[in-house]
């Protein structure tokens, strides 16, 4: 039997292992899919060096230290400097970054496009990043990347942009992922990425399209909206990537203000069909399901009763 984690901290409400083991048994294979509940770095910079595992998911707050266990970090990785999957591959173990493609490809199923889209990504951090760079690569025409400080934000894109340059003509472009969607290169090139704090882009924020929020505002209550609630009403959606605790105060005034809302169950359920389908590819198994039938199948074992 193989051995596959989510290792992260105060993890035991995760939905992983349903999804997961569901898919594999699906697939008839030995594999089984657990939780690594870890209280310190220490034990999670172990669990990473040993070889219990065929492959890992990463969450808070391990996906900055997972980076350092691995021996090559995917360009998900380098430009985000967080990692939520690692994997073996030709003796060395790989770290991978999905939550940015994961966020989007849900909002897409829901039937929201990126193309020519104006798109605020609420957040500094690594899974901001992650879908800061998948909302470029997806078609969307300007990318704004927003915190609480502007000085901060600036300072990240700079980062961010420094990366992606060298990243993008360091070796031949990869093509998109899909039909319609930018090259490697061309969303490094194309669209217009641009920064800014919640008090300094009240116009930014109130002529997105789309508002992404990947700040861990909502995950307590009390927890306030990330910035005023009067600049909502002209975007076509607003997303929350905090789920489980009950809408958050931002999707509440979203709604109030007659815009579309989605939480982040469903990038969660996205991500894990892009693991596990880099996971099965790496290890040359055949998945008799496409991209939407496994998230079909991985969603409706997140939802069923433990």
């Known amino acids: 039997m193989e051995n596959l984690y ?22 008839s294979l030995d594999w089984r899919y657990e939780l690594a509940d870890l209280e310190s770095d220490d034990l999670a910079r172990d669990f990473f060096a040993s070889d219990a595992w065929l492959s890992l998911n990463v969450t808070t707050p391990y996906k ?4 350092s266990a691995a021996d090559v970090l995917a360009a998900s990785v380098q430009l985000t400097g967080g990692a939520n999957m690692l994997f073996g591959l030709e003796g060395k173990t790989v770290a991978l970054n999905t939550d940015g493609v994961g966020c989007v490809r849900h909002i897409q199923r829901e039937g929201f496009a990126f193309g020519g889209a104006r798109v605020v990504v609420c957040g500094t951090g690594p899974t901001s990043l992650a879908i800061f760079a998948a909302s ?10 927003i915190g609480r400080d502007r000085d901060k934000a600036k300072r990240v894109l700079e980062a961010f942009m420094a990366r992606y340059k060298k990243l993008a003509y360091a070796t031949m472009d990869l093509k998109a992922a899909r039909a319609g969607e930018r090259s490697f290169r061309a969303a490094y090139e194309e669209p217009a990425y641009v920064f800014g704090s919640y008090s ?27 910035f005023a609630a009067d600049l909502l009403g002209g975007q076509r959606l607003v997303y929350d990537v905090v789920y489980g605790h009950g809408s958050s105060k931002l999707l509440e005034a979203a709604s109030r203000a007659h815009v579309d ?40 074992a997140a939802a069923s009763p433990s």
Do not use: C
Not at 200 to 224: C, F, K, Q, R, V
């Open 6 to 27: 989510l290792v992260g901290k105060g993890i035991a409400h995760s939905k992983s292992p349903a999804m997961y083991n569901a898919l594999y048994a699906h697939l």
């Open 64 to 67: 900055p230290l997972a980076t």
């Open 136 to 145: 470029a690569q997806a078609g969307a025409s300007r990318v704004a990347l």
């Open 200 to 226: 300094t882009s009240t116009n930014e924020i109130a002529s997105a399209d789309i508002i992404i929020d990947a700040t861990p505002l909502g995950m307590n209550a009390g927890d306030p909206l990330p």
């Open 261 to 300: 809302v989605l939480d982040g169950s469903g990038m969660v359920v996205g991500q894990a069909v892009e693991n596990a389908f880099v996971l099965l590819d790496s290890q040359g198994v055949d998945i008799d399901l496409d991209w939407d039938g496994a998230f079909d199948l991985m969603e409706k």
